[in-house]
């Protein structure tokens, strides 16, 4: 049996089409790519800020993150502010922090509106 070359040909534009649009939602939400202070890391009661570089520019405007203690009241001195030279980048000030278990919760909007959040935990020794 042979195949028809409109349906070949149809067939592999759907397909390129397809693949296209997957590589293009892949790319509309921001992830982050590195956190200071990493994911469950232990830093000293010196850590002054969160840093985290994302995969994609960011929204300064939608983009946050929180920073709270075991209890639940927020430990950062300042709002979230996104790098103007580099959009990829958002850092919070923290307050002086003693040992115990702090969450970090981020919401990240990259530049085409795509909204992502996630939160980990470090630890303060």
């Given at each position: 049996?042979?195949?028809?070359?409109?349906?070949f040909?149809?067939?592999?534009?759907?397909?390129?089409?397809?693949?296209?649009?997957?590589?293009q939602?892949?790319?509309?939400h921001?992830y982050?790519?590195?956190?200071?202070?990493?994911?469950g890391?232990?830093?000293p009661?010196?850590?002054?800020?969160?840093?985290?570089?994302?995969?994609?520019?960011?929204?300064?405007?939608?983009?946050?993150?929180?920073?709270?203690?075991?209890?639940?009241r927020?430990?950062?001195?300042?709002k979230?502010?996104?790098d103007?030279?580099?959009?990829?980048?958002?850092s919070?000030?923290?307050?002086?922090l003693?040992?115990?278990?702090y969450?970090v919760?981020?919401v990240?909007?990259?530049?085409?509106?795509?909204?992502?959040?996630?939160?980990?935990t470090f630890?303060?020794?």
């Amino acid at each position: 049996m042979k195949s028809s070359p409109v349906n070949f040909s149809a067939a592999r534009a759907l397909v390129a089409a397809l693949t296209l649009t997957v590589a293009q939602l892949a790319h509309a939400h921001a992830y982050p790519v590195h956190q200071a202070p990493a994911v469950g890391s232990t830093v000293p009661a010196s850590q002054r800020n969160v840093a985290i570089d994302f995969d994609d520019g960011l929204e300064p405007t939608f983009s946050s993150i929180a920073v709270t203690d075991a209890q639940g009241r927020s430990m950062t001195s300042a709002k979230a502010v996104v790098d103007q030279s580099n959009t990829k980048h958002m850092s919070v000030a923290l307050n002086a922090l003693i040992p115990g278990v702090y969450n970090v919760a981020w919401v990240a909007v990259a530049a085409d509106g795509h909204r992502t959040q996630g939160h980990y935990t470090f630890t303060v020794k």
